[in-house]
């Protein structure tokens, strides 16, 4: 089955400080994504890649970085912290049948809490 | 870009009855069409997708409905249980596209 493991499991960080955010997938999946869960704004995409050394920002990026230094790892990375990513973070990797059908397998997120 | 409406915010049924939510999108190029469920505490998990060639799909208890005319994805629990309770997302795929663009999820409780 598939398998995303994101570390940790919480966080508390300190406003400015550098927040990393981790995903391991088991999958073999080419595509990897990270997306913030907010209420009332659904799952929003922030960084994805398409394979290891690559990423693409989505569709809010601003204010984070992320690294695909292999295929089974992709992480988040928050070179200085606000209270605004204050949120829940996802990661996925994707199963591509088609060029426009794609299963999206999900950990179990990451609470980050920026004070 | 894709633009996708998900209702209702909060919907609560009784074990049994039946549960409908709605997705309307605005880009006519959308190809591929899913739901994912999201338990409490976890991350989401695909239910059902169609492609825009399929008008409705059902699926142990679950039915998808697509009204390509109208822009608009249905989402019908018939028999809600109990188990059901979690939080449901939308997600749509623009025609040779490559990303999801998810609805703002519904958040249902079925009452015992």
């Known amino acids: 089955e598939a398998a995303v493991t994101q570390s940790p499991r919480n966080k508390v960080a300190v406003t400015g400080g550098k927040v990393t955010l981790s995903c391991n997938q088991t999958?073999?999946?080419?595509?990897m994504y990270w997306y913030r869960q907010d209420t009332g704004h659904g799952l929003r995409l922030i960084h994805y890649?398409?394979?290891?050394?690559?990423?693409e920002k989505g569709d809010i990026p601003d204010g984070y970085k992320a690294s695909r230094p292999s295929q089974e790892n992709f992480s988040l990375i928050l070179e200085l912290a606000t209270p605004s990513q204050t949120s829940v973070y996802f990661c996925?990797?994707?199963?591509?049948?088609?060029?426009?059908?794609?299963?999206?397998?999900f950990g179990s997120g990451t609470r980050l809490t920026v004070l | 870009g894709e633009q996708v409406e998900q209702r209702p915010p909060h919907l609560s049924v009784r074990e049994g009855d039946s549960a409908i939510i709605i997705c309307t999108y605005t880009?006519?190029?959308?190809?591929?069409f899913s739901w994912y469920k999201q338990e409490a505490g976890a991350g989401l998990q695909l239910l059902m997708s169609?492609?825009?060639?399929?008008d409705r799909k059902e699926e142990q208890g679950l039915t998808v409905l697509l009204n390509k005319k109208d822009k608009r994805l249905s989402l019908n629990l018939t028999a809600a249980h109990p188990g059901d309770s979690a939080v449901y997302f939308c997600?749509?795929?623009?025609?040779?596209?490559?990303?999801?663009?998810f609805g703002t999820g519904t958040s249902l409780l079925v009452d015992p």
């Open positions: 996925a990797s994707g199963d591509r049948d088609s060029p426009s059908a794609e299963t999206l397998y």
């Open positions: 999958n073999n999946h080419n595509n």
């Open positions: 890649s398409y394979g290891a050394g690559s990423t």
């Open positions: 880009d006519s190029a959308t190809a591929y």
């Open positions: 169609v492609l825009s060639n399929v």
């Open positions: 997600a749509v795929t623009l025609n040779m596209g490559y990303k999801l663009t």
